[in-house]
């Protein structure tokens, strides 16, 4: 059911009326109309704005300080340097201080990481031939670790994310080199590459 005022009633004022609207407020002093949403003397709110009351874009997050984007590359450098520190001060070469492949301990065919450890002692020591003939493979992998690392501190630097995207072919591709360097390495013909 619908009332309708009278004819004569005053208009109900509104809290939010349009920008060319008056909305009548009751002067200080006298007494509140019934239905006024703003009693005698108190202020009235601002006019209504088209487009104000619209929702604010959230503010972008901030950038990482430069400092907190290093601190990754610098950690992984840092447990990098420490693995080899370890590797070069306790020999490989003598037994007792690692563990054997378990590949080669039961079938006797060499991994491809077998000989990594003297690898790696020889390159922290500085003999590149040595680490060579121990184990290629891992020889190339710490030079291509150098090189990823510095793009990462390089990038992370100027707030760039490092992104190297590897496609199928190029996860094939490394596959198949480890395979090929796995069978020679254990022909006659590869005891080069082994170690």
């Known amino acids: 059911m619908t009332v309708c005022p009278a004819p004569d009633a005053a208009p109900v004022p509104t809290p939010y009326a349009a920008p060319d609207q008056h909305v009548p407020h009751a002067a200080p002093g006298t007494p509140a109309a019934p239905g006024d949403p703003y009693p005698a003397g108190a202020a009235s709110p601002a006019p209504y704005t088209p487009g104000l009351a619209r929702a604010r874009r959230p503010e972008p997050p901030a950038h990482p300080s430069r400092l907190r984007r290093l601190a990754v590359p610098a950690g ?24 054997v492949c378990p590949l080669l ?18 390159f922290i020591t500085g003999d590149l031939g040595a680490a060579f003939s121990a184990n290629a493979i891992a020889t190339a992998g710490y030079f291509l670790f150098a090189a990823v690392w510095v793009l990462w501190l390089v990038r992370a630097w100027r707030g760039r994310p490092l992104r190297i995207g590897l496609a199928p072919a ?12 796995t069978v020679v390495r254990n022909l006659p013909f590869g005891s080069a590459l082994a170690p």
């Open 170 to 181: 190029h996860l094939w591709a490394l596959g198949a080199v480890l395979a090929v360097f």
């Open 105 to 122: 301990k039961l079938t006797g065919i060499l991994c491809p990481g077998c000989g990594g450890l003297r690898s790696a002692h020889a």
């Open 76 to 99: 992984i450098l840092a447990a990098v340097a420490g693995a080899f520190a370890y590797v070069g001060a306790v020999d490989p070469n003598e037994g007792g201080h690692y563990p």
